[in-house]
């Protein structure tokens, strides 16, 4: 099971995802990330919580957006820089 802090930190990648890969102002991609999260969080049993954060986050912003992108060397390395709080560096 993820702790409080590993899943705020799971969703501030998924944010970063949106604004970075998908051009969502961070104001957007909060309130998309926080609706989903609310979403998943709701659903029972929580088993159901733990296999969805199996899932890349990455992934999760794609399939927000219902729009996926390849995972192409230029793209991993970004979202590298992203899962290391270096994003700010990518932009």
Sequence with gaps: MMTADEKKDYWLVV???L???HGVSKNKAMRM???LRREIESAEPEIKIDVFYHN???DVACDIMGHQ???NEETFNIYKQILLGKSS???
């Design 56 to 58: 890349e986050p990455f």
């Design 15 to 17: 944010r970063e995802c």
């Design 19 to 21: 604004t970075v890969f």
């Design 89 to 91: 560096q990518v932009h």
């Design 69 to 71: 992108i390849d995972m």
């Design 33 to 35: 990330a926080v609706s």
